[in-house]
């Protein structure tokens, strides 16, 4: 089924994106349909969360494995598959940037891209950010937040009271002022998640004239077995990697 489904997806769409079965499970099949039907570029990339996601290509066309969990989804979709849209000359919904303090420590694994989402409120003229409860399926995190933070391999620590670069997921004017304010305002559900992944060279080679994108749930899969790495290749290098096999075939 899953096999049949990916064909037919590849075969009608210019990009595919498939919805979990990306990891090393009994039941996760996705990259071994992906390499039966073509080619994995890449399985298993040093970011959090989406470790286990997949940059594939059968017949010349990209195809993303995403992991189920929805925070890990929502990564690789922002730093994969919206880079490839902005290549193909589509204008990403790049959230603001603004400058926060850190309301508590945020400890990472030095050897990964992490992505901390975070709940940012106003001070006076300042913004306070406080990082929200982590893992790929913590999903009220992406229900509580406005904001993340992008900490770049090899950072390790970032303690409480820092200066950070965040980028927002809704407007600036509907962030809410911190509890204790002398204005408290209501706060109106914002924007979705927006990105600050650059226009690296992901999948340069597939242009197509018009683009076509379906999303594939792999909750019913078919047979096969995908394997993960324990850690995967960095995020950047990944898409450098990627860009130039494809410009390759």
Not at 108 to 132: H, K, Q
Not at 155 to 171: M, N, Q, Y
Request: proline share 8%.
């Amino acid at each position: 089924m899953l096999r049949q489904a990916i064909a037919k997806g590849v075969r009608e769409n210019d990009l595919l994106l498939v919805s979990a079965g990306s990891s090393a499970g009994t039941r996760d099949f996705t990259a071994g349909v992906i390499g039966d039907l073509g080619e994995v570029l890449v399985h298993g990339i040093a970011m959090k969360p989406g470790k286990p996601a997949i940059i594939g290509r059968v017949d010349g066309k990209p195809v993303i494995g995403m992991p189920g969990y929805p925070i890990a989804a929502m990564t690789t979709v922002r730093e994969l598959a919206l880079p490839l849209l902005v290549e193909w000359g589509f204008c990403a919904p790049y959230g603001e940037r603004l400058h926060a303090r850190l309301a508590r420590t945020v400890q990472t694994d030095p050897g990964f891209d992490e992505y901390v989402f975070l709940t940012v409120s106003r001070s006076g003229d300042r913004y306070i950010a406080t990082p929200l409860p982590r893992g790929a399926g913590t999903q009220m995190t992406v229900v509580r937040a406005n904001a993340y933070l992008h900490v770049p391999p090899g950072t390790g620590s970032i303690h409480e009271g820092a200066e950070v670069e965040i980028l927002l997921t809704g407007p600036r004017a509907l962030i809410r002022e911190s509890p204790g304010s002398r204005r408290p305002r209501a706060r109106t559900p914002g924007a979705g998640s927006r990105s600050d992944a650059p226009a690296e060279e992901l999948l340069t080679a597939v242009l197509p004239d018009q683009l076509r994108l379906p999303f594939l749930d792999t909750a019913v899969a078919s047979r096969g077995r995908a394997c993960c790495p324990d850690r995967g290749v960095g995020r950047s290098s990944t898409l450098l990697r990627v860009a130039s096999r494809l410009r390759a075939s």
